[in-house]
């Protein structure tokens, strides 16, 4: 026969269990069932007891389905909270009174989070829901309400204005004609940033107006552009309309610290070294091409485009070595990279040229810019390895030969590749690992102003 003991204490705890879903009305059970079922997992919270008198599971608080017969003593409720929607997957305890009070208020409290139909009409707001989540930062306040944002969409012949307060303009893409445009209600006393895309060289007519009449310039990245246009719900793309968006992105993105232009020798070095990289991609297609030619004709061809191509990079070179000895903190660069074994002319040039930043950012802005700084990709179960992604490709490439060379002639940058392949790191993560320390130590050398010292 039954316990009697156990009876009472069944038919305590199941009064308990009753009186606190009692407490919940229809209403915050309703509610919480749709709240937990707009979840992305398929995970549910049961809650399953036994009666005193014939041992058959109790349905549960949110009207799921019955639960199945937990092990222990028959007779005595046990509550399951369980991850992955399965009674029982979890450990089964015996509840006491307050746990099952507590568990009864807790869903109430999850169901006051989807607010009511009477709240949503206005007149009975919902409770607030304490979550356990870090409060998220105060977005930064708003500039003030005279400063405006201007955006400018580039083209070969025009260039589209478009600034905060929703007024628009095209004007000819010549200095001229763009500090004209910034006349009258254009006027740059009440601008508070000029953004723009890089569009392979046309927008220099608009910096040099900008330049001229003293405007802050924002140089946006295309991508981000982009992005915020499709987060802001602009999915047509026309040159009015990206115009506002610059604008908008160039608001939005007010607190970032704004990158000064080039200087015109800045400027002058960076298109030197792209025409050299330029001549040695021909280079090395028209030797791909000899290497397949069959035709004399052809071969001599091939033959006297490589002659002209090598005496074009050579001028180049010392093209690119004379602009860096004609400018006097160019050269005062270029003498601190080279003190650093494994840096050479190439690397100094292509630093200089791509990195113009360099000595004014911090370690991780820098690493970040270069492209060699570790993402990392963890979303709930999954915990994928960090990678390097983004940044300045082409500065990276020449910078990874530089690294190696470092890995293999500097102690300094062989004892952290010597330490992380002892560690088990395959060869190309200890490889960019050396070439993050390189950015990073050269970084602090120019912000110094001192030469490489060994560790």
């Known amino acids: 026969m039954p316990d009697p003991v156990s009876d009472r204490s069944a038919r305590r705890h199941h ?3 009753a009186s606190a879903a009692k407490q919940s009305s229809g209403a915050n059970v309703r509610r919480t069932r749709a709240a937990l079922g707009r979840t992305s997992s398929p995970s549910v919270c049961r809650l399953t007891g036994r009666t005193d008198d014939g041992g058959r599971p109790a349905r549960s608080l949110l009207g799921g389905p019955r639960g199945r017969k937990q092990s222990g003593s028959a007779g005595r409720p046990s509550a399951v909270l369980s991850t ?17 009070a507590s568990l009864a208020k807790g869903l109430a409290m999850v169901a006051s989070v989807q607010p009511s139909a009477t709240s949503r009409a206005g007149t009975s707001p919902a409770t607030p829901f304490p979550t356990p989540f870090p409060t998220p930062p105060a977005p930064s306040p708003a500039p003030s309400p005279a400063a405006r944002f201007v955006g ?7 260039v589209d204005l478009a600034d905060t307060t929703g007024r628009s303009l095209r004007t000819a893409n010549t200095p001229e004609a763009l500090a004209a445009a910034f006349a009258g209600p ?3 006393a009440a ?15 608009l910096l040099a107006a900008a330049q001229s009449l ?14 915020f246009a499709r987060a ?20 939005f993105t007010a607190d970032e610290a704004a990158v000064p232009p080039p200087s015109p020798a800045q400027r002058a070095l960076a298109e030197l070294m792209a025409r050299l990289t330029q001549l040695k991609d021909q280079r090395h297609a028209e030797r791909c091409r000899a290497e397949r030619a069959e035709s004399p004709a052809v071969r001599a061809s091939i033959a006297a485009c490589l002659a002209v191509i090598e005496a074009q990079i050579a001028a180049m070179t010392q093209a690119l070595d004379a602009a860096i000895a004609a400018d006097a903190d160019l050269a005062r660069k270029a003498a601190l990279l080279r003190s650093c074994k494994g840096v050479g002319p190439r690397a100094c040039q292509a630093v200089l040229a791509w990195l113009p930043e360099i000595g004014t950012l911090n370690r991780r802005t820098v690493a970040a810019l270069v492209g060699v700084a570790p993402i990392t990709r963890h979303s709930g179960s999954a915990l994928r390895a960090a990678a390097i992604a983004g940044g300045r490709k082409p500065l990276r490439d020449v910078l990874f030969m530089a690294a190696l060379t470092a890995s293999r002639h500097n102690p300094t940058f062989t004892a952290v590749y010597d330490r992380l392949r002892a560690d088990g790191k395959p ?3 200890a490889l960019i690992a050396v070439l993050r320390k390189l950015v990073t130590v050269l970084n602090a050398m120019i912000r110094a102003g001192k030469p490489f010292k060994p560790a």
């Open 15 to 17: 009064a308990v269990f």
């Open 84 to 100: 992955n929607g399965r009674a029982g997957a979890a450990r089964a305890y015996d509840p006491v009174p307050e746990d099952l």
């Open 152 to 158: 400018a969409d580039v083209s070969k012949a025009w």
């Open 186 to 188: 254009w006027a740059p």
């Open 191 to 205: 601008c508070a940033a000029l953004a723009y895309e890089p569009t392979g060289g046309y927008e220099r007519p």
């Open 214 to 227: 003293g405007l802050p310039i924002r140089r946006l990245h295309p991508n981000r552009a982009r992005a």
């Open 232 to 251: 802001t719900g602009r999915l047509a793309k026309t040159d009015r309309i990206d115009a506002a968006v610059l604008a908008g992105l160039a608001a």
């Open 427 to 429: 060869h190309k993560l």
